[in-house]
């Protein structure tokens, strides 16, 4: 009988968290020993949106439970708590897995600029974007998740790039829905504001556009949108290609990249939708490439509280374990 890993998700009442309760409660190798959020004068609560999929407490944060009481911890908390928690739990040999954006970032002055609420010290972590860090994986003590509008990009351009099919900057129209930003409202997210419109924010000034940027090794213009739906994100993203590149070339290069993916599915051009992947790990991707001009254009959605946060860092688990990587996702 495969042994269960016991595991610790700390911000489990928040989007990202109540995801990752939802699919880890199915998970076959693995067990939630301890869900924790903020204390304060709640103390001990409960998830009664998860009753009978998972029916335990949620206690106050604690490092010492967590390293009593698990082998591997998924932080789904603010930057500022998971730069604290992290490397506490590291150097007490717990495995962690972090969803915020506090370990991603490795240049020291791109994180003073996107991240500087959080310590200037940063612990080495792997760039968990599965599909292209596999090998890290088992032997890596932290790992820091992608966020879900990179993880949505990367997959599309990194095999074209590595390749070297595209020309000149890349630039991503992204549009997302309301729970990438967390449960906490607040006027922009409000659902007053949001519904019935469509609005761009965090032009030239959001974090996302950084670690595309930094895992790309090229220029990005990164626009986001925030539509009025609940959860996915589709973009739509503009480059061009080579003059001796075709949409064969195109469809080779992604093909190969993805042969063993069980959740990147390439749609060529049949264009993706994000009702096609809420609710799932995938990642859609499809495009169309303009011979006379060379333009290409990538279309690119998943879920953002799953391929963009709690799916893929159970992948990641998968991974990291020597599990089936499908194990749990599917
Ligand atoms: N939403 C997404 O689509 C998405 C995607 C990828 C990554 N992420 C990242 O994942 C993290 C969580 O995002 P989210 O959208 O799930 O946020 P959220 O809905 O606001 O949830 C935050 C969670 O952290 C807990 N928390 C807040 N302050 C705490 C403290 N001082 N001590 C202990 N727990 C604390 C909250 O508990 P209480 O209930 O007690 O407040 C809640 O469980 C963020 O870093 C975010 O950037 C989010």
């Known amino acids: 009988m495969p042994r269960t890993i016991p595991i610790g ?3 489990a009442t928040g989007y990202a968290g109540q995801e990752l309760m939802r699919l880890a409660a199915r998970h076959p190798a693995v067990q939630v020993t301890t869900a924790m959020a903020s204390g304060g004068a709640d103390g ?18 604690s490092v010492d439970r967590l390293v009593a009481e698990t082998e ?7 930057d500022s708590v998971a730069a604290e928690v992290g490397p506490a739990l590291v150097a007490r040999g717990v495995r962690v897995f972090d969803l915020s954006g506090t370990f ?13 609420a959080t310590p200037g010290f940063v612990e080495p972590a792997v760039y968990g974007l599965t599909e292209h860090c596999r090998a890290a994986l088992p032997a890596a003590r932290l790992i820091a998740c992608p966020g879900c509008y990179p993880t949505a990009a990367l ?18 129209d992204a549009k997302s829905g309301i729970s990438g930003a967390g449960k906490k409202p607040s006027e922009r997210t409000h659902f007053s504001e949001c519904h019935g419109s469509v609005a761009a924010y965090g032009v030239f000034a959001h974090r ?6 930094q895992e790309l090794q090229r220029t990005v213009t990164f626009t986001p949108h925030l539509v009025p739906l609940d959860r996915g994100l589709l973009e739509t993203i503009y480059v061009r290609a080579r003059r001796d590149v075709n949409e064969a070339t195109v469809t080779t290069v992604l093909e190969q990249a ?9 749609t060529g051009g049949t264009l993706p939708e994000i009702k096609h992947v809420a609710h799932t790990n995938f990642c859609d991707i499809g495009w169309k490439h303009d011979p006379s001009s060379g333009r290409l254009i990538l279309v690119t959605c998943l879920d953002n509280l799953v391929k963009g946060a709690a799916g893929q860092a159970l992948q990641n688990l998968n991974v990291a374990y020597g599990l089936d990587e499908a194990t749990g996702l599917l």
């Not at 996302?208 to 940027?213: F, K, L, N, R, T």
């Open 72 to 78: 591997a911890v998924f932080m789904t908390l603010p």
């Open 208 to 213: 996302h556009g950084a670690e595309i940027e």
């Open 9 to 11: 998700i700390a911000g």
């Open 44 to 61: 001990v609560r409960t998830l009664p949106v998860l009753a009978r999929v998972w029916d335990g407490d949620i206690t106050p944060l």
């Open 104 to 116: 991603r970032l490795r240049d020291p002055a791109q994180r003073r600029r996107w991240y500087p």
């Open 258 to 266: 993805y042969a063993d993916a069980p959740f990147v599915r390439l």
């Open 155 to 172: 997959l599309a351009l990194r095999p074209l790039i590595d390749a070297g099919l595209l020309e000149g900057d890349v630039i991503i």
